[in-house]
């Protein structure tokens, strides 16, 4: 009976090591060996009993040190070939266009509800505007409106550059209006198309690049305003801050040909679906596990993402 326990126990042992990770199989080989060669020698050499029998149990440790080993190599090659399997099955899925990134591992071990299937239409542009509000503000992508901050500078006699697409280090737009030295950026803009306040945090980043760039004022463009921290900070900081009702004041103080201009560029083509931040491309709208974003159309090329506003059909950037 004792040996038919015995012989349950090693079956189960080895039934789990067949069944788990393989380097839980690795790490029972390495123990029996350690085992075998280490530990039996070792408190068996004391005993003139046992020490005959040192032998024997050191072949039988090492005999279940190969036995694990074996199972480890094999789990190993089993484990890594699902793996792959999974991964190339996991870049076939995005071609569709109905799942995204946080949404993969969940579709490849479980069926996604049919809402999350259908895939959303972009939300169609308004119609085109015939004058400046607050509302047209709002609805601008946030690449068209860095690039109407920048015609805005323009059209007031100052240089104006914007930065190119991706990581902008803090600058979307640098004015120059040093005589002496044209190549000099004297003033940095940051734009936020957001749809809620900018907080403090972005002001910091952008004292922060003052300092790096060595230039001694800034701008804050941002359609819906700022936290009272972020006023405060940027008081003491040499940053001014411009807000959607600002903006929109100074744009209905240009001449009428200008600022009708300004709106015409703002407005033209599809000037609410946002652009990649990373590429360039347009987005799309996209159904994820969490509701719907926008997503690069493309997908899987480039894998940028922006939440879609709440109350209007421009994105945060």
């Avoid at 038919?4 to 080989?29: C, M, P, V, Y």
């Avoid at 737009?173 to 040093?178: E, N, R, S, T």
């Avoid at 359609?223 to 009702?245: C, Q, S, V």
């Amino acid at each position: 009976m004792a040996r038919r326990r015995n012989r349950k126990r090693e079956q189960g042992l080895f039934e789990i090591a067949t069944r788990s990770d393989w380097k839980l199989s690795a790490g029972i080989a390495a123990a029996c060996l350690f085992i075998g060669l280490v530990l039996i020698p070792v408190f068996f050499a004391g005993n003139p009993l046992l020490a005959p029998m040192a032998g024997i149990f050191s072949t039988l440790a090492v005999f279940f040190a190969l036995g694990f080993a074996g199972i480890a190599l094999i789990r190993y090659f089993k484990q890594a070939s699902a793996g792959s399997a999974a991964r190339a099955d996991g870049r076939k899925r995005p071609a569709a266009g109905n799942s995204n990134q946080f949404a993969e591992a969940v579709t490849m071990i479980a069926p996604v509800p049919q809402a999350a299937k259908t895939k959303p239409e972009n939300p169609p542009p308004p119609p085109r505007p015939q004058e400046w509000s607050l509302d047209v503000l709002d609805s601008i992508e946030w690449k068209r409106f860095e690039d109407l901050c920048c015609a805005f500078y323009r059209e007031k006699g100052i240089r104006a550059q914007t930065t190119r697409l991706g990581a902008d280090g803090g600058i979307d737009i640098h004015l120059f209006q040093d005589e002496a030295d044209p190549a000099r950026a004297t003033s940095i803009v940051q734009c936020k198309a957001w749809s809620k306040p900018v907080g403090v945090r972005e002001m910091r980043e952008l004292r922060g690049v003052m300092a790096h760039e060595k230039v001694d004022k800034a701008f804050f463009m941002a359609p819906n305003g700022y936290t009272d921290e972020a006023r405060a900070f940027a008081t003491e900081n040499r940053i001014t801050l411009l807000d959607g009702k600002l903006f929109l004041a100074m744009l209905q103080r240009l001449p009428e040909e200008t600022s009708k201009r300004l709106l015409d560029f703002a407005t033209e083509g599809d000037w609410t679906t946002p652009t990649c931040p990373s590429c360039g491309d347009r987005m799309t709208a996209r159904q994820g596990k969490w509701g719907p974003f926008w997503g690069c159309v493309s997908y899987p090329k480039c894998h940028a993402k922006l939440g879609m506003r709440t109350k209007s059909a421009a994105p945060r950037a």
